[in-house]
């Protein structure tokens, strides 16, 4: 819900039809409430409610149709357009909204997304983020609420929406477990699962153990186009190596520690997530992040570049079935793990072949499956 304009139809596109950001300008705007099912998981429906935000809509929903809209509702997200020139209304309409959820649907989860933040400059953009977030707080009053600064332009939009719809998934800590099992047998330093459509995250594996010498950032790396590349292939399956590594023992704890990685992405990406990670100084500018530290972000980059590449594989009448990159400072592997999802594979000793972390996924696709067919069920 929220404001007519403040960007709503346009994310739902961008996540769940797979539409670009460019694309997003022909959008219409919602007339009433648009109904969508969303096949999540494979057997996982999202029933999901795009309702319109203009004046005579939103009367609607909060008189005659309220006991429809804000019954049975697992999940509100509210968009504020950050820029908006009627904060008041959409504040008064966004308390009535409140009002109606406790009424009707009391145990439902509450996202505020602060949209369309690439319209204020760069760096004003955590003062204003923070002012609206204090706002909205006190205007949610005992409600709890998770609040993001997202845009269509950038990983934002997939942190906040991964968040939403991982408090829909049951039973995530089972594949949290297995994941890390996955990755210790791979001796990966990370293993992350996307869903197969929207590429939004599923789960992660827990850290590897603490050793003198931490594991360093991971960055996802730009991925080249499917046509330019030596890597891409005839039988659709895009593989992207560098130079090639011996064989060897697999352990997650004992490799050794790489040197460290540059992210080649540009340093202006933004990232307004509500992240308790980030230090702050006296005056409350960002501190350096510790270079040990992962990325905060590389999941939803990761999101967000595999998406784009895949509008790149349509465009020259390609598919995209997996990727591989064998890189100096660490190697990954993007494979399908069930017919729903897909699994990353990030690897920091050298001395582990991209084949050895394939067979390890394709001897781990039946537990997956079976794990996934209890998650639904559940």
């Known amino acids: 819900m929220g404001a007519s304009g403040s960007g709503k139809t346009s994310m739902r596109s961008l996540i769940f039809s797979n539409n670009p950001a460019s694309l997003t ?69 966004y308390t009535d909204c409140l009002k109606a959820l406790r009424k009707y649907s009391p145990e439902a989860s509450v996202f505020l997304l602060v949209h369309k933040m690439d ?28 609040l993001f600064g997202t845009s269509i332009y950038d990983e934002t939009l997939y942190k906040a929406w991964s968040n939403i719809v991982h408090t829909l998934i049951p039973n995530v800590s089972i594949l949290t477990k297995h994941l890390t099992t996955l990755a210790d047998a791979c001796s990966a330093t990370e293993v992350v699962l996307f869903e197969r459509t929207t590429f939004l995250v599923i789960a992660t ?36 190596s560098g130079s090639s590594t011996p064989f060897g023992p697999t352990s997650r704890t004992t490799s050794p520690p790489p040197p460290p990685v540059t992210s080649p992405l540009s340093s202006s990406t933004l990232d307004f ?39 790149t594989c349509a465009r020259v009448r390609d598919e995209f079935h997996t990727l591989e990159m064998e890189l100096a400072d660490f190697t990954a592997v993007l494979d399908e793990l069930t017919k729903n999802t897909y699994v990353l594979v990030v690897v920091h000793n050298p001395t582990i072949e991209t084949a050895a972390l394939r067979m390890n996924i394709r001897l781990a696709r039946k537990k997956f499956e079976e794990i996934q067919g209890d998650n639904v069920v559940a």
């Open 25 to 93: 300008s022909r959008l219409g705007a919602t007339i009433d409430v648009e109904q969508n099912h969303v096949r999540f998981l494979g057997d996982l429906i999202l029933n999901l409610w795009d309702c319109g935000g203009q004046d005579a809509f939103m009367d609607s929903y909060l008189s005659t149709q309220q006991s429809t809209i804000f019954s049975h509702v697992g999940v509100l997200i509210y968009v504020f357009e950050v820029m908006s020139q009627n904060m008041q209304k959409d504040l008064e309409y």
């Open 119 to 146: 319209l204020v400059r760069a760096p004003q953009r955590r003062t204003v983020l923070d002012k609206k977030m204090r706002e909205l707080k006190q205007v949610s009053g005992e409600m709890a609420v998770t």
């Open 205 to 240: 594996s827990a850290p590897p153990p603490t050793t003198t010498e931490p594991p360093q950032p991971i960055s996802p790396p730009t991925v080249p186009s499917p046509n330019t590349s030596e890597g891409s292939t005839s039988s659709h399956r895009n593989a992207f």
């Open 273 to 311: 997530s509500d992240d308790q990670s980030v230090t702050q100084d006296a005056n409350g500018d960002p501190t350096p992040s510790d270079p040990h530290q992962l990325d905060a972000t590389r999941y939803e980059r990761t999101s967000e570049l595999i998406k784009a590449f895949k509008h």
